[in-house]
T-cell receptor, first 109, second 114 residues
Framework: KNEVEQSPQNLTAQEGEFITINCSYSVGISALHWLQQHPGGGIVSLFMLSSGKKKHGRLIATINIQEKHSSLHITASHPRDSAVYICAVSTQYGNKLVFGAGTILRVKS | NAGVMQNPRHLVRRRGQEARLRCSPMKGHSHVYWYRQLPEEGLKFMVYLQKENIIDESGMPKERFSAEFPKEGPSILRIQQVVRGDSAAYFC????????????FGQGTRLTVV
């Protein structure tokens, strides 16, 4: 079993829909990261959080430490949100990131 | 304030040649991480370096791969005698401190071995 599991693997939405991507982890962490990767492109850090909730524009990230679960929400989705969204954790014992497999999001207009 | 700079963006090497991938961290960042993304697979940690020191190389293949982060200049990931299985995207990230600080990623180097 992977230390970081994401769901769904693939997600297709209509423009304007509310989107949720989930991440569960099985190790002790010091922080959880949400990343975005466009096809052939680089990786952009969206959020780093260790508790509670963060909001940036139309993106919201939440984390429940007790349940070892995080969600990334996108409100009023747009085709430009189409990308791979990756959940990653910094474990308690090191500085490296451990990644989920990613969620491929496609938003149709 | 330039971000993490990786070069080249694309690199083609014949089997048996050497590949050298460069990463210049963001200004003020002294921690560098290298990650590899194999085709159709997720990102995997390779190595974590601070200036002149390798801190964690638990993700590095035992042979042909090496990394350095000298006092002056960029971090280098070196792959000797490349094979087709080395074809992947290699990403570098940097952070100001170690734990619990945000890591900023470069655009990656796409290595193709022919």
């Amino acid at each position: 079993k992977n230390e970081v599991e994401q769901s769904p693997q693939n997600l297709t939405a209509q423009e304007g829909e509310f989107i949720t991507i989930n991440c569960s982890y099985s190790v002790g962490i010091s922080a959880l990261h949400w990343l975005q990767q466009h096809p052939g492109g680089g990786i952009v850090s969206l959020f780093m959080l260790s508790s509670g909730k963060k909001k940036h524009g139309r993106l919201i990230a939440t984390i429940n430490i007790q349940e070892k679960h995080s969600s990334l929400h996108i409100t009023a989705s747009h085709p430009r949100d189409s990308a791979v969204y990756i959940c990653a954790v910094s474990t308690q014992y090191g500085n490296k990131l451990v990644f989920g497999a990613g969620t491929i999001l496609r938003v149709k207009s | 304030n330039a971000g993490v700079m990786q070069n080249p963006r694309h690199l083609v090497r014949r089997r048996g040649q050497e590949a050298r991938l460069r990463c210049s961290p963001m200004k003020g960042h002294s921690h560098v991480y290298w990650y590899r993304q194999l085709p159709e697979e997720g990102l995997k940690f390779m190595v974590y370096l601070q200036k002149e020191n390798i801190i964690d190389e638990s993700g590095m293949p035992k042979e042909r791969f090496s990394a350095e982060f000298p006092k002056e200049g960029p971090s280098i990931l070196r792959i000797q005698q490349v094979v087709r299985g080395d074809s992947a995207a290699y990403f570098c990230a940097s952070s100001r401190q170690g734990k619990n600080t945000e890591a900023f990623f470069g655009q990656g180097t796409r290595l193709t071995v022919v």
